[in-house]
């Protein structure tokens, strides 16, 4: 693989469910990995170019399965944390092993990563976050934890967790460490096993959103760039509306501008554009939203969302 030169671009990369596993289709787990091998042959390009690569992966569908699977009573109960941990292995092994593949030669370290949250935060006093499986009404009032509304149909319901910020990543010297020996690590999949620091270091049942951590991670490692991979190739302004179109080259000021006018929606892309803002916000060159198939483009500034300070 190419040098590892203190110069050498940095770029922290959020991969979100759709560079993962075909969104909202039962798939299996060789689909899965047709999927991971196309984002890998796409992210080996950056690697030959000699980038320090630092992946962080989504877990949605992953760990609603676990989730699932927590319903046999045979099953002895995890807590979610502990799912989520189970996730960075199931997701980044195969990942790694992708990469290295794609990149003959790469070496690539998969490191298990916990993020410090505080348990005061607000999100764990109204828990919003759906996951895991839907339930019937009555079901639902059986569980041993919180359950919400979320949709329509015979089984509407489903567990709700609390989704804090993340604020410290446990791993973090480890990880920058990693990075001055290999060509990627991939850390904090899922958003990061959320963990409360008191006495010690304690698992918390919450998802903590994998857009921010890869920011904070970002702002942390000093990296460059933050790139996420979605399913949309930009972020749009008017998004579904009569005058929908792309955000190409967008200054930050602006960005937060219609940030703060709602124009992203809260659950899937608003995240990304406030982690864009965070980040540039704290120092950061430059952050980039599109499609892995685009990721190339999009850093040579042809297409994509590219935030600029
Ligand atoms: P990921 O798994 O990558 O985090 P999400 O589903 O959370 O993906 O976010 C991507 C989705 O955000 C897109 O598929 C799109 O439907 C939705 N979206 C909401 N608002 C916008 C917007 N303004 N521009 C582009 N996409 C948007
Ligand atoms: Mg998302």
């Not at 339930?135 to 919180?146: C, G, L, N, V």
């Not at 998004?239 to 124009?263: F, I, K």
């Amino acid at each position: 693989m190419a040098e590892h030169t203190s110069d050498a671009d940095r770029v922290v990369v959020a991969l979100g469910g759709n560079a993962l596993v075909e969104a909202d289709s039962s798939w299996t787990y060789e689909d899965q990995l047709a999927v991971l091998e196309e984002t890998a042959t796409e992210l080996a390009g950056l690697l030959e170019a000699g980038t320090d690569l630092v992946l962080v992966h989504g877990n949605g569908p992953q760990v609603g399965n676990r989730l699932l699977e927590q319903e046999d009573a045979e099953t002895p109960r995890l807590p979610l944390d502990v799912l989520v941990a189970g996730t960075q292995a199931e997701i980044g092994y195969p990942l790694g092993q992708a990469l290295e593949s794609a990149a003959s030669g790469a070496t690539v370290a998969t490191v298990l990563t916990r993020i410090v949250v505080d348990p005061e935060d607000s999100a764990f006093e109204e828990p919003t976050k759906p996951v895991g499986p839907f339930y019937d009404e009555e079901t639902a009032a059986s569980k041993p934890f919180e359950t919400r509304r979320t949709g329509k149909g015979e089984r509407p319901y489903r567990r709700v967790v609390p989704s804090p910020e993340p604020l410290e990543v446990v791993e973090r010297e480890t990880i920058g460490r990693l990075l001055e020996r290999e060509d990627a690590v991939i850390c904090a999949g899922g958003g990061g096993v959320p963990v409360s620091r008191g006495d010690a270091l304690e698992g918390v049942e919450a998802v903590v959103d994998k857009d921010y951590t890869a920011r904070l991670l970002g702002t942390e490692l000093e990296a460059d760039t933050l790139l996420f991979l979605t399913d949309v190739e930009y972020a749009y302004a008017d998004y579904g509306g009569p005058d929908q179109r792309p955000l190409r080259e967008v200054a930050v000021d602006e960005l937060r501008t219609r940030l703060e006018n709602d124009e992203f929606a809260p659950g899937s892309m608003g995240p990304k554009v406030r982690a864009c803002c965070q980040f540039l916000e704290r120092g950061g060159d430059r952050a980039v939203i599109t499609t892995p198939g685009r990721l190339e483009a999009a850093l040579a500034g042809e297409t994509g969302t590219r935030v600029r300070p």
